[in-house]
């Protein structure tokens, strides 16, 4: 079945030559906040470059320039044969106390999960720590494949107490971990977190579709309930090109 073709003139598109914004760069954040905003849906064509610029009085190799920072950021791809098409969006996730599965299913991005391991181990004095027990005491391990449209999203590792709450893999497919906390009764609080990055492993490369070095996001976080005990401790990684995190800045009075 061909893929459908993006109508520009539906989408708006525009550019402001008063403006001292560069024109490609208009055009740019244009079709990106439309593939954001589910207008360019995955796997539309964007149609041909010489109409488009022809429609919105550019030259060629401007629209070329705006499209090709699309592609530079893997928001688009250039297939021999098909043309310019849109992939997906990259995940955009504020920084809050909330689970990757619920933030995905609210964007409507369709979140599926792979476990690889759901197991017991000793506790490495990082974790002990971070979950505040004893080390080399019983702690439930559960890594997961974070998947959205079928892509391989993030990998996620949390450490939890025994016995907090059934961990089975059937259902820690189908649902968010966080979820299965609120169903059973726990109250998500607080939560201590830290945001870093670092190269993609060859395992890690294999599991999320990136080569070996390939940039990832990492974000550790110790989560708290509300009577302050730790209920979880979280080592996650994201794929750059896929995923971004959000933040809010204040001014302080």
Known sequence: MPKPTADSAALGLGVDRTSPVPLYYQLARQLE??????????????????????????????????????????????????????????????????SLY???????????????????????????????????????????????????????CNHLPPQLLDLGTERLESTGLYRMMRSAGITLHSARQTVGARAATVEEGELLDEAAGAPLLTMERTTFDDGGRAVEYGSHVYRAARYAFEFQLLVRP
Do not use: C, F, W
């Open 33 to 98: 906040t439309a593939i954001e905003q589910g207008l360019l849906a995955p796997g539309s064509l964007l149609g041909n470059e010489l109409e488009l610029a022809a429609r919105l009085g550019l030259s060629r190799p401007t629209v070329r320039q705006a499209i090709q920072s699309l592609v530079d950021k893997g928001l688009m791809v250039r297939r021999r044969g098909v043309g310019t098409q849109v992939v997906h969006s990259r995940i955009k996730r504020p920084l809050e106390l909330s």
């Open 102 to 156: 619920d933030d995905l299913e609210a964007a409507g991005r369709r979140p599926a999960t792979r476990v690889l391991r759901n197991t017991v181990e000793p506790a490495t004095a990082d974790i002990a720590a971070a979950l505040g027990v004893a080390e080399g005491s019983d702690v439930h391990l559960v890594e997961r494949l974070r998947y959205a449209y079928d892509e391989p999203m993030a990998l996620l």
